[in-house]
């Protein structure tokens, strides 16, 4: 492997990993153990990544010790979301062993597979990268992948193989991506996002072109043509650039869309003016159809047929936490998503007033106090196509709660938008309420980027236990 300073990885070297259960570094620590490579870590407390990992022989410890970090240990891999102050990773710089971020050991393992491809934007990118995945896995080119969600058809966040192709999420988080050295690069939009990061919507920008620049001339770029950055982002391209969309201005697009039973969708496909087939997916959404075209020009670009790609698309079934169907009971239907921005709550919500004939219920969990104080505004008009809003308290993540914001507050704001805005702030008095409001026919979809799914399945466990007796 490539080195840094005077270390070079090699397989039986032991890597700590502290941010285990993380989406990325959860799928890096696997991909590293079927390198051969010894992996033990730590996260805050267990989830179902760190069980997973756990099931595989990696040791996890539970907690931040700096005692963890013992002699023995030759790489430390980090992420960014542990904070500059962790006890091991402060242990780990006195120590002066060798620290990777994780974004950094991603673009070593890019480098050296040879053919990167890194999906990147504020939205869709786990879905993309995914798509992206199964198009390859499928046709044949045996890509590693690493996404920030969990793959139906991968049973996880992660696959190791043995060509040099590999996929992977690209995260704008405290500017990451930079660390990445793609031969092919999507970004599927640029929005504000990060707020604690990028002060302003132009440093966000400036930020992607610099993920832009990345590609070189002999590689290739993917944008969404109607972002509005789009002619500002082109400016930093160096690579050749392919659009996608839903309007002929772009190179590859759909006409004629229109929803598919009993959650999907399909649009007539063409490639600048030349139509090339149906593209139908089984996942529902205007979005998702921009993301399987973005996921189509790559895979073209790695030499899968066409009518072989939509042929594997129509068997996509999502990621964990995008959109996922929860189950059903006494009539309410469940499903869970991971929006937590403006656009993204606006756009899902679209997407389930089309789809889904009955009353709509939103249990929205804001997710970081910076997040939610910096779009206040743009959460407060963004629920509009939900029948009711149930706001439940900010998941607070890596930060501290200053006493400037809260889902309270969110809630009197949005009230001026919105009929019916009920905060009930915590889980438990949350999934008692819908056990005793909601009506058969009724659709309750859980959104956030914490742990709000898990209203969702309390109440189906609920819900069915009432059932029996």
Known sequence: MA???????????????????????????????????????????????????????????????????????????????????????????????????????????????????????????????????????????????????????????????????????????????????????????????????FPTAGAVVDTFKEFIALVPPEGRLVLWQDDPHRPELLKAARAPVSTFGLSPEADWYCTEIEPVAPMGIKGQLHYKGDYRGELVLSVPGEHNLRNALAALIVALETGVPLADSLRYLQTFTGVRRRFELKGEAAGVVVIDDYAHHPAAIRQTLATVRKQYPGRVWCVFQPHLYSRTKHLFSGFAHAFGDADILVLADIYAAREVDRGEVSSRLLADETRKHHPDVRYLGGMEEIKEHLLRETEPGDLVLTMGAGDIFKVGEAFLQAQRVQDQI
């Open 3 to 197: 080195e840094k300073g005077r270390i070079r990885l090699k397989p039986g070297d032991h890597l700590y990993f502290i941010g285990i259960g993380g989406a990325r570094l959860s799928a890096l620590a696997k991909i590293m153990l079927e390198s051969g490579y010894k992996v033990t870590g730590s996260d805050r407390k267990s989830s179902r990544s760190t069980m997973e990992l756990e099931a595989k022989g990696v040791k996890v410890h539970y907690g931040h010790r700096a005692e963890q970090i013992t002699d023995d240990i030759d790489v430390v891999i980090y992420t960014n979301a542990v904070g500059e102050q962790n006890p091991e990773l402060l242990a780990a710089r006195a120590k002066g062993l060798p620290l990777y971020e994780g974004a950094e050991l991603l673009g070593i393992l890019m480098k050296e597979k040879g053919k990167g491809i890194a999906v990147a934007g504020t939205h869709g990118k786990t879905t993309t990268t995914a798509m992206i995945s199964l198009l390859l896995i499928r046709g044949g080119k045996d890509p590693t992948v690493e996404v920030g969600g969990e793959m139906h058809e991968l049973q996880g966040n992660h696959r190791t193989g043995q060509s040099p192709y590999f996929v992977v999420e690209a995260c704008e988080f405290r500017r990451s991506f930079l660390y990445l050295s793609p031969q092919i690069a999507v970004v599927t939009n640029v929005d504000w996002d990060h707020p604690d990061c």
